[in-house]
């Protein structure tokens, strides 16, 4: 029978003693699962050292370690006890056979986690060990919410991948469009968020995903994704006939999971230039339980792509290893693409200079510069950066445009993924800023510049689909005066401009509506219309997440991040993609600023600062931030 104990804070982990490694071999452990015994719940297992450049058949697994506040459980190593967390435990309780032993590499147990040096020498391994895997055995953890319905689902949707009447009967089935929420639900669990899962699946030869008794193959589950991302001629994704009102759902199932690792897999594998932090910025939103393994859970896989190495050191400190990769990345690169992940002091956790990111806080709201948007920003008048270092790195001296300072914020955008479907929250949000933009008395094409500005640009590709980007702005603003007459009907309040928006859009739908597709009918052309119209304006919210619109000098416009104040200061860094929202730190001696986050502002996103600065308009100005 497994021992429990209430947490590893009261276990005597010394009762096994590791043997040390031997680097000249190039060692690492494997451990040896015994075969399971009727009578016993027991968990028997051996441990034993092999060269990495000649090892015998192994598996390794991949999995969440958990909190360190988790129960623990006893299994038997090398006859010696040997204390696990509680999701390790099951895992090794449901791997373990009854007919056969299991060979497999396991970090928390074939890693002597309390020898520093090892640990630092070991990682860099890694990369190498899961490679080498015949397999990797990924646990996702025990069954719960019907997981078992939806491993169901995506073999049944892999075998009918090649006829779309087959397809388009099982989307219209109760029970798949089920098992694809109970799909999301896996891709909710926490080992998606884990760093380390991108360096041990992106190097697998072949994977096996687990989740209590059931499996499914690793390339059957990212077929299966960018199956319900494929079109068939003219028809819609399958996906939408799977979940036609749960935009959230169609998100995580499409683009989370195995289809991010498959992406992040062939950004590495193609020939473009990429930095740490371009790679970085496909897993930022994950977490580790060592911070410093937000860094070092790439290295061994980043570091032949990039210019310059991270080396793997467990002796330094948390500040230490983000410090020197923040000036390791501006120094090699001569950019400052960095610079956009900087935030408020209040939101971080380690004590780093503004301009240094905490990659630790796990911040997984939207962001303004990111690798996939469809017009990438290029506001820095010039490629490269001008910067230099104090000689403690606590300070970055850079050269800078002012474009003027914040006079009027507006309300926080709070939506979350989750939150689709709160439709009120957001057309409230969308009204305020309105509101604050009514103040510059705007005319048709303002209105045009304020969409533009509260969606950062991200819909530039629906011109093609709504006949021009001036006709799918109007659009956009017609169907949020609509929704938000619809919900709050007693506030006549609405803007001429937005009424004329609005009755465009009623006309508009008429007329598809005249010409209803066959199949669809009347009410299934305005449940579709209204939910894709929903779905533009949650995502100008949930686009602005931890955002809010501005006003500022010199008639500028724009979204800053939550923190922003008044006065705070608008900047274009050279070298840097989006501007800055900077504030003045307190303290006498010479002016010091620190970052508040990145903004986007209207008409400087696209290299326009390089225009002014030509004719004289603008001047390049020393910013010493700290």
Known sequence: MAIYLPSLANVDNHQFSYKALSEDKNEIRLLRIHK????????????????????LPYNALSYTWGDPSDPAFQIALNERAFMVRKNLWEALNQLQSESQELTI?????????????????????????????????????????????????????????????QLVELSRSRWARNALVSLAEVFWRPYWTRMWIVQELTVAQDIVFYCGSVSVD??????????????????????WNLTPDRPDIRTVTARYGAFEVDRFRRALAS?????????????????????????????????????????????????????????AEISHTKRLDILTRGRHRNLIQYSVPSWVPDWSTNDRTWKIHILDHPKPFAASPTAQAVVEFSD???????????????????KISQL?????????????????????????????ADFEEFARCISYDRFDNKGVIYGGMSRFLQSLLGAYAMFYEEIFPDQNNLNSILMEYRKARLTQREKEEAEVAPGLGREGLQASEIQTWIRYIQDVALFASNYRFFLATNGLIGMAPAASITNDLIC?????????????????????????????????????????LDRGEIVVQKLVVC
């Open 36 to 55: 399971k015994k009727p009578s016993s719940d027991q968990i028997q297992c051996d441990i034993f050292c092999v060269s990495l450049d000649g090892a």
């Open 105 to 165: 590499w396991i970090d928390a147990i074939c890693i002597n986690q309390n020898d520093l040096a090892e640990r630092s020498e070991q990682v860099c391994k890694m990369k190498s060990i899961f490679e080498q895997a015949k397999q990797v055995m990924v646990w996702l953890g025990p069954k719960e919410n019907n997981s078992d319905q939806a491993f169901s689902l995506v073999p049944s949707l892999y075998e009918k991948r090649h006829s779309f009447d």
């Open 218 to 239: 690793g390339g059957v589950l990212a077929e299966v994704q960018r199956l319900l991302q494929q079109k068939f001629g003219d028809a819609r994704a399958i996906i």
């Open 271 to 327: 020939p473009q230039d990429m930095s740490f932090m371009d790679c970085l910025q496909y897993y930022e939103g994950n977490e580790a339980s060592d911070p410093r393994d937000m860094i070092y859970g790439l290295a061994s896989l980043v570091n032949s792509k990039i210019k310059y190495t991270i080396q793997v050191d467990y002796s330094k400190s948390v500040e230490q290893v983000y410090i020197n990769f923040a000036v």
């Open 392 to 410: 403690d790195h606590q300070l970055l001296g850079m050269e800078v445009v002012h474009l003027g300072s914040v006079t009027d914020l507006g």
């Open 416 to 444: 979350e993924l989750t939150d689709f479907g709160n439709v009120k929250s957001t057309v409230d949000t969308v009204a305020s800023w309105l509101r604050l933009f009514e103040k510059r008395n705007p005319t048709s």
């Open 572 to 612: 274009i860094p050279l070298g840097c993609p989006i501007p800055l929202i900077v504030r003045r730190a307190e303290g006498d001696g010479p002016p010091c600023y620190f970052i508040v986050g990145g903004a986007y502002v209207y008409g400087f996103m696209h290299g326009e600062a390089a225009e002014k």
